[in-house]
């Protein structure tokens, strides 16, 4: 009986020791451009001068049945054996910054697969995380177009339109004359061109 009342004690006080570090993210939700680099934070609370030694920070991306672990600090030190493969030489933590009680994680060459939930994880004589949001956009960029005539087989002269780009997410394409007239089922050739 002494043992489960010494254990509700603890317990109950462990939540509001908790409750006195609290992570705080800079924003919620990020945005970053395919290629470009990113850079999510978030604090801590810390007093006076900071003791690395006892600081431990894991940024990890939630995926469906699994996390990726995107970056490790632990005891102050970097711990990159774990990190997953898809990070590996992007992510990185901007150390000059753990003096301000912030923890601000760098992705360079941001890929789609980059978007979703991340979390930072931060014990500092307590421990709590937050969550935020990437999302990635790969805007399009110039439209190319050509055009030229062709002989087909019947000797008959014709004229090939193409316009091409890159981008995400995959735009419709569709083909109209001068007047307005849909011309889309008279596309021949791959319909995402």
Not at 8 to 37: C, D, K, M, P
């Amino acid at each position: 009986m002494e043992k489960a009342l010494c254990l509700y004690i603890f317990l109950s006080r462990w939540h509001f020791l908790n409750a006195l570090f609290t992570v705080e993210v800079f924003q919620s939700l990020y945005t970053a451009e395919h290629g470009g680099n990113v850079t999510m934070g978030c604090k801590f609370p810390m007093e006076d001068q900071l003791k690395l030694e006892l600081l431990s920070i894991i940024w990890e991306k939630k995926e469906l049945e699994l996390t990726k672990e995107v970056y490790q600090l632990r005891d102050g030190k970097e711990d990159l054996k774990i990190q997953h493969s898809n990070f590996q030489g992007r992510a990185t933590l901007l150390k000059e910054r753990l003096n301000l009680g912030q923890s601000v994680l760098q992705i360079a060459n941001v890929k789609r697969t980059d978007a979703g939930i991340y979390r930072c994880l931060i014990s500092y004589g307590a421990a709590d995380y937050k969550l935020v949001t990437l999302e990635v956009k790969a805007p399009y960029r110039e439209i190319t177009k050509s055009s030229r005539t062709v002989q087909t087989m019947a000797g008959h002269q014709e004229w090939e339109l193409t316009c091409q780009s890159e981008g995400y997410p995959e735009a419709e394409v569709f083909w109209q004359s001068e007047y307005g007239q849909d011309l889309s089922d008279q596309q021949m050739g791959d319909s995402s061109s």
